[in-house]
């Protein structure tokens, strides 16, 4: 039951107004003790010729309605109270017959929503940075699917381009192939990293690396077969990543995809007389709207990440019909999607504004908190690892027999590290903390999980509510924490259109929050059948509500820590 719909729908009979006017213009107070809803009476002035106080008062006398306990004027508002038992009974009731799909407005049902993410580059480290985008990607992807969007996840791997040309040659010179069969990624970047080394002092290299990435180009044998390989080792690195995090995707189609839908890219372009040649090289000028050229094809013929990126675009509109095509990639690649949105605007692709780029901000470890392997790259390997031993010291302390401690340990390790990459908006820098991270009392994903486990474990002692009859009492706890549980669907909403799992992490804290303060003040086991009854569904309301948030951010909820 929706009161906002109730509510105006009753002011619009009582004035005589149209359907569908007061709606927008009901109001939440900021503090409770104004009401659960406000009625601004200024912009009807003018229709009904009456000053705004007088039609407060009118509207206050004469209103009577079934679900609000009280409506008082206060100067131009009206304010409504509503029916706190009537009110935590019907959400509670909403909440356990949905499930775990409450909070769902199944408002993308029909449409198809692309989602970017993680696109890590082959033969390189996976690193923090690249977890940013994989759980700002996953979450939305998350999000997207629960509210009905065919949600299609996209990992566009870096896999083609000349730095491998580069790779094969120093593959041919200095591989070592026992450190290759140990670690893959750290030989590859050991040979790639010597490269760059040796190529400054001898530019010849270059041109030795130059021919090789021709030759893939090309589909020659030796330099395929070796690519191949790279990929492979590469790609079975990074699933071990994405397992840990329980990250799925739909589609591989990485840069090397498009390796053969680039020229009609270019004929396009070049049809419709967008193409110019700027010292050799083909680009799109774009100095009207004050960015630099998007280079489509390099002097010496080689295509480059633009253009990998508008034939990709190209691509997935025709295969997927996209309703929004999302990128999530750092914000030091702002420029690079404006350019290319900007050129598949010109060429007239009207979808283009319906692509969007998705940025996060950076990572930041203060200090030296991480034994890290090697050098000042921190790889997520250690960080999963060294995330899950940390988490296990704070159960050994808090909770030494605990069973399944390492399980627990591990969903609460990476939960922790997930909830700090999407506690805030996400073009904000993030500065890691163990400590504060892995706190269970602080606004982290640990807080989260213990709140659930703590609620789980009163069930467990009292069983599920009998019956949902129960008397509703209205403690300001207990409807606080319903009219915060009813605000889900708004949080869900509001993170969709944002783009940002934040408002979803924001959510669910404050849900603990209420909970906790409902915990505190509101016994259980002690009090009457009734009110017991009508407690334990609420509760049992709060871990369905906590269970999905968690799981729209990618992290598992824990019965017990
Ligand atoms: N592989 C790139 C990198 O690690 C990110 C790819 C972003 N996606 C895209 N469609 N350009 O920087």
């Given amino acids: ?87 935590v009974e019907d959400i509670v009731r909403q909440i356990i017959s949905e499930k775990a799909s409450y909070g769902s407005q199944g408002t993308g049902e029909g449409k198809r929503v692309i989602v970017e993410f993680s696109s890590p580059n082959i033969a390189k480290p996976f690193h923090v940075g690249h977890l940013f985008s994989t759980v700002v990607g996953s979450s939305l992807d998350r999000i997207f699917a629960f509210e009905g969007y065919d949600s299609v996840s996209v990992n566009h791997l870096g896999d083609w381009g000349t730095q491998f040309g580069k790779l094969i040659a120093a593959y041919g010179w200095w591989v070592d192939k026992e450190a290759l069969i140990k670690d893959p990624i750290e030989e590859l970047n050991r040979i790639y990293v010597k490269f760059h080394v040796e190529a400054d002092k001898d530019p010849s290299l270059d041109d030795v690396a130059r021919q090789h990435f021709k030759n893939l180009e090309d589909g020659k044998e030796y330099e395929t077969a070796l690519w191949k390989e790279f990929r492979e080792l590469s790609l079975k690195e990074f699933r071990k990543i994405y397992d840990q995090l329980g990250i799925e995707f739909k589609s591989y189609a990485g840069e090397s995809f498009y390796s053969d839908k680039m020229d009609r890219v270019v004929d396009i372009l070049s049809e419709k007389g967008l193409l110019s040649q700027s010292s050799g090289a083909q680009v799109v000028l774009l100095d009207e709207y004050n960015m630099p050229p998007t280079i489509i094809k390099k002097a010496d013929g080689a295509t480059i990440y633009a253009t990998r990126d508008l034939a990709a675009a190209l691509y997935r509109k025709e295969t997927y019909d996209f309703h929004k095509n999302i990128y999530v990639v750092g914000i030091p690649q702002s420029l690079h999607f404006k350019q290319v949105f900007k050129t598949l605007e010109l060429a007239g692709f009207e979808w283009a504004r319906d692509c969007v780029h998705v940025g996060f901000g950076l990572v930041k470890f203060p200090g030296k908190q991480m034994s890290t392997r090697k050098g000042d790259i921190i790889l997520l390997e250690d960080l999963l690892r060294e995330a899950t031993e940390k988490a296990l010291e704070v159960i050994d302390e808090k909770n030494p027999g605990l069973p399944d401690k390492e399980d627990v340990a591990r969903k609460v390790g990476i939960g922790a590290i997930i909830f700090t990459y999407l506690k805030n908006s996400r073009e904000k820098d993030i500065i890691f903390d163990w400590e504060e991270m892995l706190s269970f009392d602080g606004e982290t994903g640990p807080y989260v999980q213990y709140t659930y486990a703590r609620a789980r474990s009163i069930i467990r002692k009292n069983g599920t509510s009998k019956s949902l009859e129960g008397k509703y009492v209205s403690t300001k706890e207990e409807f606080e924490l319903a009219k915060t549980l009813a605000s889900f669907k708004d949080a869900v909403s509001m993170a969709i259109d944002k783009y940002e799992p934040s408002v979803i992490s924001r959510y669910v804290i404050q849900v603990a929050k209420d909970f906790n303060k409902f915990y505190n003040n509101c016994p259980i086991s002690t009090e009457s059948d009734e009110v017991k009854n009508s407690r334990l569904a609420l509760v049992e309301a709060t871990t369905i509500v906590i269970r999905t948030a968690m799981g729209l951010l990618g992290i598992d909820t824990v019965e017990r820590m």
């Fill in 1 to 87: 039951m929706d009161y906002k719909v109730i509510i105006s729908s009753k002011i619009e009979e009582e004035l005589g107004l149209e359907k569908g006017i007061v709606m927008g213009l009901l109001e939440v107070p900021p503090r409770s003790e104004m009401g659960d809803y406000a009625f601004p009476c200024f912009q009807l002035a003018k229709t009904l010729r009456k000053a705004p106080n007088a039609i407060a008062a009118e509207l206050s006398a004469k209103l009577i309605i079934q679900e609000v306990e009280k409506v008082e004027a206060l100067g131009p508002y009206v304010n409504f109270f509503l029916k706190k038992g009537t009110y």
